[in-house]
């Protein structure tokens, strides 16, 4: 079960990166969060890179911790973005499932190094 969630997990990520390049509303989204070109597309990078690591730490645990535990990091700084300019819970809660849910990741990648 663990396998199913870390997949979906870098899936989401995988997709969401690359929104980040090709999608106009994405573009809005950043200028909305008061963000910059770069930093949109440093998010996109990262996040592609945490798919990926996602899905080595598969194979390579460590490599799935230090990904599941950056996705975390990167969760937590998109949800105080959305607390920052006043987003509503509906819109702040993704960010705030995904920081759980990597930080749940990241545990169990842990665990599999033990």
């Known amino acids: 079960m663990a396998k199913l969630i870390i997949s979906l997990d870098a899936l989401f990520f995988l997709l969401y990166g690359l929104q980040c390049f090709l999608s106009p509303f994405m573009i809005q989204e950043f200028q909305r969060f008061g963000l910059t070109a770069f930093q949109r597309k440093s998010t996109g990078v990262l996040q592609l890179m945490g798919a990926a690591g996602l899905i080595t730490g598969l194979f390579l645990p460590v490599i799935g911790l230090l990904a599941a535990s950056g996705l975390t990091l990167m969760m937590l700084a998109a949800f105080l973005v959305r607390i920052k300019i006043r987003d509503g819970f509906f819109q702040?809660?993704?960010?705030?499932?995904?920081?759980?849910?990597?930080?749940?990741?990241?545990?169990?990648?842990?665990?599999?190094m033990q």
Do not use: H, K
């Open 92 to 112: 702040a809660a993704p960010s705030l499932i995904f920081l759980v849910l990597n930080g749940w990741i990241a545990t169990a990648f842990y665990a599999m």
